[in-house]
């Protein structure tokens, strides 16, 4: 029924010459349509270009979301004719309906496997690239406050490194209680949680959290005690301590965990499998919590891939909800993570004006004893975002500053 021929033609179509040939290439079960786009044949299944029909029918433009009617849909549905031109393709298919796809919409939509990781690094997410304590001053970036305020670009660069790394540093922050709004304003909104919008960190009697204290902070991730843990921190330095400590330590539990995985994998495997409980219980701001969140330290997917990490010993619970026999397996591999993390950790001490922003879900954080005295009180504006909100900025930014046609 389809037969090949290319036939090479010029009408006038609004005003513009465009060529059309008609194509033709059908794979050999039928279910797949061939484009040859820029040199490179780019295969498309028939059932995903009638479900991606961009049609007003079938699409809302201004929505930019599908509407096409599914209780209708014909999984086996078939093109009767295709018609290219220099910058789109028309489908008729055998129903009647008219589908028109722009080339460049159809080249981001690429299914080749290359693309594929491409689209992933360029549009999903960056890729991480993992490193060592001793590595720090090289991959820690700095930015300027004014500049992540004013420039599109230097905020793209802020989110885009600390995605890539898990840490990144503003430096001249204005001395304020409010400095960090604009910050947060520039790429969405906080993660509220029980400790607040905003929190502070200082030294506080009767604490409602061990992270008020002067005393040392171990390494942990901040709330896993949440099921929707916030995906990062910012802690602005109002002021830091003159006093020796208040240094912060940070790790990369992405080179941990690999190196957990290659040189000891039964205490990977039992980070990665056993759930434990992580609590957090008190009253804060007057409202009383109790909050629990079971999870391992390490989470990965199907791919192996780590999508969370979990640790905190004050914020790990009592109930230990496996069974007996791993209790002290696992006991042991936990003194070995949090063992390697401060083999691996880098030791820096922010000064008033910096905001430290890092991925809560990636990287340990621990703090260093430290000293206030009357004319020197250490205090610290805390905030949490999370990761949809500044992989969208960051999709948002690179359409706009690299001016992508055809990404949506
Ligand atoms: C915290 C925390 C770090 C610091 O509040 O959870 O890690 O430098 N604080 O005080
Ligand atoms: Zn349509
Ligand atoms: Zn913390």
């Given at each position: 029924m389809f037969v090949t021929k290319r036939v090479q033609s010029a009408r006038i179509l609004n005003q513009v010459t465009v060529f059309i040939r008609k194509i033709h290439s059908f794979d050999s079960k039928g279910k797949v349509l061939q484009?040859?786009?820029?040199?490179?044949q780019l295969k498309f299944p028939y059932v995903w270009l009638r479900d991606n029909c961009q049609c007003d029918q079938c699409f809302h433009k201004s929505a930019k979301s599908r509407i096409l009617d599914w209780s209708k849909f014909n999984i086996n549905v078939k093109p009767k004719e295709?018609?290219?031109?220099?910058?789109?393709?028309?489908?008729?298919w055998t129903d009647g309906h008219i589908s028109?796809?722009?080339?460049?919409?159809?080249?981001?939509?690429?299914?080749?496997?290359?693309?594929?990781?491409?689209?992933?690094?360029?549009?999903?997410?960056?890729?991480?690239?993992?490193?060592?304590?001793?590595?720090?001053?090289?991959?820690?970036s700095r930015h300027d406050y004014n500049e992540v305020l004013h420039s599109d670009k230097a905020l793209h660069d802020w989110l885009h490194k600390l995605a890539q790394y898990g840490v990144a540093l503003i430096k001249n922050t204005p001395n304020s209680e409010t400095a960090i709004d604009a910050v947060v304003d520039r790429v969405g909104f906080?993660?509220?949680?029980?400790?607040?919008?905003?929190?502070?960190?200082?030294?506080?009697?009767?604490?409602?959290?061990?992270?008020?204290?002067?005393?040392?902070?171990?390494?942990?991730?901040?709330?896993?005690?949440?099921?929707?843990?916030?995906?990062?921190?910012l802690l602005h330095c109002l002021v830091q301590t003159k006093s020796t400590g208040g240094e912060n330590l940070l790790s990369d539990c992405h080179y941990v965990a690999h190196y957990m995985k290659q040189n000891h994998p039964e205490e990977y495997r039992l980070l990665t499998e056993v759930e434990v409980e992580w609590s957090d219980i008190g009253v804060e701001h007057g409202n009383e919590f109790f909050k629990l969140h079971r999870g391992p330290v390490i989470c990965i997917n199907k791919l192996g891939e780590i999508t969370r990490i979990n640790f905190s010993i004050p914020q790990r619970g009592s109930h230990f909800p496996g069974q007996l026999e791993i209790v002290e397996p696992w006991y042991k591999a936990h003194g070995l993570f949090l063992e390697?993390?401060?083999?691996?950790?880098?030791?820096?001490?922010?000064?008033d004006?910096?905001?430290?922003?890092?991925?809560?879900?990636?990287?340990?954080?621990?703090?260093?004893?430290?000293?206030?005295?009357?004319?020197?009180?250490?205090?610290?504006?805390?905030?949490?975002?999370?990761?949809?909100?500044?992989?969208?900025?960051?999709?948002?930014?690179?359409?706009?500053?690299?001016?992508?046609?055809?990404?949506?």
């Open positions: 484009v040859k786009i820029n040199g490179e295709v018609v290219e031109t220099s910058d789109s393709m028309k489908v008729e028109q796809y722009g080339m460049n919409w159809l080249k981001y939509r690429n299914f080749s496997p290359e693309h594929q990781q491409q689209y992933k690094q360029a549009i999903f997410k960056p890729g991480k690239i993992t490193w060592n304590g001793h590595q720090f001053e090289e991959i820690c906080t993660k509220r949680t029980h400790y607040g919008i905003k929190f502070i960190v200082q030294n506080v009697e009767n604490t409602s959290n061990v992270a008020y204290l002067s005393s040392n902070l171990q390494m942990h991730t901040d709330l896993p005690y949440y099921e929707y843990c916030p995906g990062t921190n390697l993390n401060h083999r691996c950790a880098a030791k820096f001490k922010t000064t004006g910096d905001i430290l922003t890092f991925d809560n879900i990636r990287l340990l954080h621990g703090r260093n004893a430290y000293e206030d005295n009357n004319n020197n009180v250490r205090k610290l504006i805390g905030a949490y975002m999370d990761w949809d909100e500044i992989y969208s900025r960051l999709r948002c930014l690179k359409v706009k500053l690299e001016k992508l046609d055809g990404i949506y």
